[in-house]
């Protein structure tokens, strides 16, 4: 028992020593990048949807509802994306109709046929900016992740919160989940919290607006046929399987269940491709997956596989507010 102590606490000194010395670089970092990018602003300005988590917390959501908001407003908006999981030849990399989630990444692919926007794929998000303005007439620029990317110079910053992953115990990566320290929330603009907000950080950063949402089920695609069913007129068996490869399928699956939808699900890693040979199933129950891993399907599907439809509704006061801030920028 003292021996499997002492190795768990050795254990633990290591990895406090390698967060410590994971800090101590990553501040020197963007010390070093801020001095010499963030003095260098881009032509529009530039809204960063990012995280202190490492891992999915639901920014590609948040982007597409900023997206569409500020379409509705009357900008014309573009997008910028690292495209993990996309492996292309050359970047940076202009999402197209037929673009290939392989080559452009999952997340990438979905904002741009759900949002029908202009989104520039790269490592570099800072010559994903430049792409895009030279394509393409923005007057705003969202880049979907990259809080921690400081070679790109950003005007607003919006971190997103996910009740279910919290900010687990409060400590930087290897010994904890975060990429940066707690305290960095103090420099941010705008939080958007799915699920309450830890109450400790409530307290701490209530000088911050927050806008709390939640996921909402419009509808049912249907992979095979492309035919959409809203959920209230949904009239086939509302016991499913539910497929899904994202960071918190459990999320999906509870939003579901709030519909009246009941069944099983398979979760598949993040990002993960998915198959024909997962959506294979010996019932003849509706199979359900997610928007994101709908990009991911090809070839002949069986018509009992639907993507779930879901929107995220942003606050009327966030949106106004982010809209005077905008304004602002583009009157300097």
């Not at 997956?289 to 070839?299: H, M, P, R, S």
């Not at 507010?321 to 602002?328: A, F, N, Q, V």
Request: with cysteine; hydrophobic share 40%.
């Amino acid at each position: 028992m003292l021996k499997h102590g002492k190795i768990h606490l050795n254990g633990s000194i290591f990895l406090r020593q390698l967060s410590f010395a994971f800090y101590i670089l990553s501040s020197v970092r963007k010390v070093i990048l801020q001095s010499i990018y963030q003095g260098i602003p881009n032509k529009v300005p530039v809204i960063v949807v990012g995280n202190l988590n490492i891992g999915g917390s639901g920014k590609t959501p948040s982007v597409i509802a900023i997206v569409n908001a500020l379409k509705i407003k009357g900008y014309t908006p573009g997008v910028v994306s690292r495209g993990y999981g996309g492996t292309s030849k050359s970047y940076p990399l202009i999402v197209q109709d037929d673009s290939k989630y392989s080559e452009c990444g999952d997340e990438p692919l979905l904002i741009y046929k759900t949002c029908n926007c202009p989104v520039v794929v790269s490592p570099s998000r800072r010559q994903a900016i430049e792409k895009l303005l030279i394509n393409f007439e923005c007057d705003v620029i969202i880049s979907d992740d990259g809080l921690q990317h400081y070679f790109m110079h950003r005007d607003i910053e919006i971190a997103v919160f996910n009740a279910d992953a919290n900010f687990g115990n409060h400590m930087l990566f290897p010994s904890g989940p975060l990429r940066e320290p707690i305290q960095r929330l103090k420099t941010i603009d705008y939080f958007i919290s799915y699920g309450n907000l830890d109450s400790k950080i409530a307290s701490r950063f209530e000088n911050i607006p927050c806008c709390n949402v939640k996921h909402e089920i419009i509808g049912l695609r249907n992979i095979s046929t492309g035919k959409f069913v809203l959920v209230d007129d949904w009239s086939l068996s509302k016991e499913i399987h539910l497929i899904a490869g994202i960071a918190y399928p459990e999320k999906v699956l509870r939003t579901l269940l709030s519909y009246g939808f009941s069944g099983d699900i398979l979760s598949l890693d993040d990002h993960q491709p998915m198959t024909q040979e997962h959506i294979v199933l010996k019932d003849d129950l509706p199979i359900f997956i997610t928007e994101k891993d709908a990009v991911k399907l090809n070839g002949d599907i069986s018509q009992n596989v639907w993507s779930v439809k879901t929107c995220v509704k942003l606050s009327d006061e966030f949106t106004k507010d982010l809209e005077r801030k905008i304004t602002k920028l583009q009157c300097k």
